[in-house]
Structure formats: C-alpha cells, structure tokens
C-alpha cells in the first residue's frame, strides 16, 4: 500500500520522464532512419562493387583463356600454311633440278650429240652426193629427149612439107626445083619427095576436120574424158538436200522480243487506262450515296488490284517496317552452356534499383 502511495505521489514525474523520452525518440527517430539508410545503401554498394569485381575478374580470365586460344588457333593456321608452303617451294625446287637434269641428259643424248650429229651429217653429204648424180642423170636423160623429140617434130614438119609440095617433084621431061642440072648431087628435099606420097584433098579436109595433121608439139596432149560420178547415196545419217535448203533459206521468223516495242507494257497500260476512262468506269464511285447500294463496295481497277501487274508510286512505302514481325515471345536461345555464375547475376540485388 505504501509502494502504491509512492507511485501514484511519483506519477506526475513518471509522465513527464515518459513524455521527454518519447520525445527525444521522436526527435532522433529521423536521423536514426536516415544514419541506417546510408548504412544500408553503403554497404549494399560495396556488395554491388565487390561482386561486379569478381564478375570482372572471372570475365578477364573467360576472354584470356579465349584470346589464348584463338590466338594458339591462328598461329596453328599460320604455321601450317607458312610449312605448307615452304614443302610446296621446296618439292618445286627439286622437281626444277629433276628436270634440268634430265633436260640436260636429254638434250646432250638426242638433240645435240656431237657423234651422232657427225654421223647424220656424213650421211647427209653422201645422201646429196646421190641426190646430185641422179638429177644430174635426169637432167640428161630429158635433155635427150628432148632433142629426139625436137628432131621428130623436125621430120615430121619437113615430111609434111615434102608432101604439100610434091608436085615440085622432077619428072623425066623436066627437072624439078630442088634437082638444078647445075648440082652434082641432088638437094635433100627432092629425094624427100621422091619418098613422100602426095596429100589428096579429100584426106586433108578430113585431117582439118578431125584435127589431125595440125601442129600441136607446144600444146597440150588431149586429156581423157573425167569419168561421170556415181549418183549412189552416200551411206550415213544424212538428211535430204531439199530439207536442208528449205532450213537454210527459211524465211525470217522475228522473235517476240523483236516483234515487240521495248515500252510495249508501258503503251498497253496507258491504253487500258484511257479505254477505262473514255467507258467510265468511275461512276460507280457515286453508288454508295445511295440508300439502295450503299451497302455495296466499289469495285477496284483491273489494272490497280492485279497481282500481275506494278503498283503505281505513291501507294507503297519505299522503307515499310513491319515491327510485329520483330516481337516475338520466345527467349533468346544460346548456343553454348550457360556459365553458373553467370546465372546468379543479379539475384542479390535489391528491387530499388530495379535490376532484379
């Protein structure tokens, strides 16, 4: 009871000791806030900048032991092409010395033996000794036949001449021309026609007429008449000589491209664009103005809503995008493994900075 008469005696105090420290707890609560915030926010940053360190050092040894092999990969390469072709120069040398050796060997054996050269030569020579007598052989043998045939062509024309003019021939009442009584001997031509037999008219026109008698020792001789060609098909797989005429002189059939103008489309399109103006076909634009057709569509041009046709300009953009075409809902697939630590980034973060 005493203890209660102390308390409520000391319940004012109690008040105001209670008052004053609500009061300083207020009075400190913000800047308690605040002093834990920076805490907070510090060491979080230094959690932050501690892992991104880590992720750097791991990303530094990922890209050396990569560089490392591509580099090992491209000096491989490099190796082996710089030995590839350091056997390829060596193997071309070798084969050049092969084939001068041989080259050599060749020419010394075959194309510039000096024996065998002197030899070919000493038969050469003895071979144009030969040559040289039977020319000179020939050379003599037409030489004689051409004086015999000089000396027949000679006696012939003076037999000839011996037998037009036989009627010179000395008889026994009158001496002839070639026989004067003033000559020992008689002169050559009238012993000739005292041989010759007189030429009778009847013989030398038909001498004229078939050519004979005529002088012909600086013509040529009469050659033989060419046998005809024989008409028989020659065996194969020919085709007829008139087909092949008719293909050869075939008259001009011009392409479609040279037929054609080159803007033959374009002038096609103008054309129908005039037809269908001067038919107007326009005036089914009005239709829909009406409570009958409204319900009704205008019918598009033939040669705007073709597929086989060219859109005109202005109605299709040059750079159209087509951005829905560039949103898809699946995930980026990667081609390797995913790395363990890599997973982890950024689970320890906190939703303030909206990494997570």
């Given at each position: 009871?005493?203890t ?20 300083l ?13 920076k ?27 990569w ?12 190796l ?21 050796r ?24 003895i ?19 051409k ?16 037998q ?25 031509m ?7 037999r ?28 060419v ?7 020659i065996?194969?797989?020919?085709r ?13 059939v ?11 489309v ?31 569509q ?10 086989y ?7 299709k953009?040059f750079r ?10 699946k ?6 493994t ?8 950024g689970?320890?973060?906190?939703k ?5």
């Amino acid at each position: 009871m005493a203890t209660l008469v102390r308390v409520q005696r000391k319940l004012d105090v109690i008040k105001d000791e209670y008052f004053n420290r609500h009061r300083l707890a207020d009075e400190n609560r913000r800047k308690e806030y605040n002093a834990a915030m920076k805490i907070q926010s510090w060491i979080r940053g230094c959690k932050v900048r501690s892992h991104i360190r880590f992720l750097h050092r791991k990303a530094k040894v990922i890209q050396k032991i990569w560089r490392g092999y591509i580099g090992r990969k491209h000096f491989r390469a490099t190796l082996k092409t710089a030995y590839f072709i350091m056997k390829m120069n060596f193997y071309n040398e070798m084969a050049v010395r092969i084939q001068k050796r041989w080259r050599g060997y060749y020419v010394r054996k075959f194309v510039f033996n000096y024996y065998v050269l002197k030899k070919y030569l000493k038969g050469l020579v003895i071979k144009n000794e030969i040559v040289r007598q039977e020319l000179a052989e020939f050379a003599e043998m037409k030489q004689r036949e051409k004086e015999k045939k000089n000396l027949e062509e000679e006696e012939d024309k003076k037999n000839y001449l011996a037998q037009k003019m036989h009627y010179l021939l000395s008889t026994e009442q009158i001496p002839g021309v070639f026989n004067s009584p003033y000559r020992s001997l008689p002169d050559e031509m009238e012993l000739r026609l005292q041989l010759a037999r007189p030429l009778s008219h009847r013989v030398h026109v038909l001498k004229k007429e078939t050519g004979e008698g005529i002088d012909t020792s600086f013509s040529f001789p009469p050659l033989k008449p060419v046998p005809p060609i024989d008409k028989k098909k020659i065996q194969g797989p020919f085709r007829d000589t008139a087909e092949v005429l008719q293909q050869r002189y075939k008259p001009l059939v011009p392409t479609l491209r040279v037929a054609t103008s080159i803007t033959s489309v374009q002038e096609a399109r103008k054309e129908f664009k005039r037809e269908e103006w001067r038919n107007r076909l326009n005036d089914n634009v009005f239709l829909p103005f009406s409570n009958v057709l409204k319900n009704n569509q205008y019918p598009a041009s033939l040669l705007l809503s073709s597929k086989y046709s060219q859109n005109p300009y202005g109605t299709k953009y040059f750079r159209e995008e087509k951005k829905e075409k560039q949103i898809t809902d699946k995930d980026f697939q990667r081609v390797f493994t995913s790395v363990h630590l890599f997973d982890k980034f950024g689970l320890t973060y906190s939703k303030t900075g909206h990494v997570v």
